[in-house]
């Protein structure tokens, strides 16, 4: 694709990232053909081609229009169109930079601004989340349906952490919302681990990793966000710890993109070059010691084996790990219900699912109508966000993998 970037852009950093992006576009379509938002509303410019040429025109200088702004927010940002593109192109990239120059003209509406304002102060924080969650949960049978749906039944109470101290460290990731919604994941993943001879460390300072504010357009509170994270790791890197495990591939997709996203801040560049390099997916860890797990005993007790995985975007396609998990899941003896159209978005997408409830609830539809569609007994999947957006639907159990095979290996 040929471009002709305008001068406010042009010799700027991102400027010479959109450039080189857009030039490796070749105008196939073929995205068209796995973007879930296309295929929902036939809209050239609902699709990642049509996205790209808004981009293209604002970065030459078009004035970008509120029907511009429509169109990249209804963008998931699922990446789908990275994993069919054939010139790979980045487009996840080039919408975060399209996205960002659109903001700075095209101003948002008095409630819509709130709205996302709210968002960025509520999610990232524990203290002001929790709180809201469980005041949710205490007046949830007093709400009205459709509110009813969406506010999560409490959780069990997690099982105990392990004591042992193994030569082998590995950081995890508390994570924002998925300590309140599924405060057993984390310690499912540090037992799994310790059985394993890896001792999973909790570094208090850590917090989000930027995700929300980064996709919402707030890309400086974001960078904040990371380099908090960096600051509360660095000690534990240089002690050797050997990985930074994420349990919530959102997250984990975010982490992998420090060292490019601080590539250009001279004080944090290396560290977060380091970082995103130590940054594993808790599969790629299990993967790793998979004869080891093997080898270990069963659970005696009768569990569920048909289940349906749901792949996350940010799994499949942010992370290009396509059917990791589940080998995993079948090499532990789970048999795996067929799931049609895999490779669509469920339409959680972060705060997707607040800030377009329409196009979400579609999503979710198709996405319950395919995981059901082979008899599971339960719903698997490897993302707080699509967990807890799933089981809004359905009255079948939605759990994080690592949960279910933590359950599988004899106490």
């Known amino acids: 694709m040929q471009t002709n970037l305008a001068p406010f852009i042009k010799d700027t950093p991102e400027g010479r990232e959109a450039d080189a992006i857009l030039r490796k576009c070749t105008h196939c379509g073929l995205c068209t053909a796995t973007c879930p938002t296309y295929q929902l509303l036939g809209d050239e410019l609902d699709g990642p081609r049509g996205r790209i040429y808004l981009i293209k025109q604002v970065l030459e200088g078009a004035l970008p229009t509120s029907k511009t702004q429509l169109h990249l927010d209804r ?8 994993t069919t593109c054939p010139s790979g192109v980045q487009y996840g990239r080039l919408l975060d930079i399209g996205r960002h120059v659109v903001e700075e003209h095209v101003a948002r509406g008095p409630l819509e601004a709130i709205q996302r304002r709210a968002l960025r102060a509520v999610i990232p924080s524990p203290a002001l989340f929790n709180p809201l969650l469980r005041l949710g949960q205490v007046t949830r049978p007093l709400l009205p349906q459709p509110l009813k749906r969406k506010v999560p039944t409490s959780a069990a109470a997690p099982k105990p952490w392990p004591t042992s101290n ?7 990731l508390e994570g924002c919302v998925q300590p309140g919604l599924s405060p057993n994941t984390n310690a499912a993943a540090a037992r799994v681990l310790d059985r394993l001879g890896i001792t999973l460390v909790r570094a208090s300072e850590a917090g989000c990793c930027g995700a929300v504010s980064f996709h919402l ?12 994270n960096v600051d509360a790791w660095w000690p534990y890197i240089e002690h050797g710890t050997e990985a930074i495990v994420m349990t919530a591939s959102g997250c984990g997709v975010m982490v992998k993109d420090y060292g490019h996203l601080l590539s250009r801040d001279p004080a944090y560049a ?8 130590l940054t594993k997916d808790i599969s790629e860890v299990i993967a790793a ?20 995985f749901h792949s996350p975007c940010t799994l499949q396609h942010g992370m290009k790990m396509k059917d990791k998990v589940e080998a995993l899941l079948s090499d532990l003896g789970f048999e795996l219900a067929n799931v049609p159209n895999a490779h669509l978005c469920c339409g959680s997408a972060g705060t997707y699912s607040i800030l377009q409830p329409e196009l979400s609830r579609q999503l979710l539809a198709n996405k319950i109508a395919a995981l059901s569609s082979g008899k599971p007994s339960a719903i698997l999947t490897a993302n707080i966000g699509c967990q807890s957006h799933l089981q809004t639907a359905t009255e079948l159990p939605v759990r994080h993998w690592i949960e279910a ?3 599988r290996l004899a106490p």
């Open 405 to 407: 095979l933590e359950e």
């Open 289 to 308: 010691e998979r004869d080891k797990l093997l080898s270990l005993p069963p659970s005696p007790f009768p569990l569920p084996r048909r289940v349906a």
């Open 75 to 82: 963008c998931l940002t699922c990446r789908s169109c990275e």
């Open 166 to 172: 193994h030569v082998r460290r590995m950081l995890v």
């Open 270 to 277: 290396a560290k977060a070059k380091r970082v995103s390099e």
């Open 217 to 228: 357009d707030a890309q400086d509170e974001a960078l904040d966000f990371m380099r908090r």
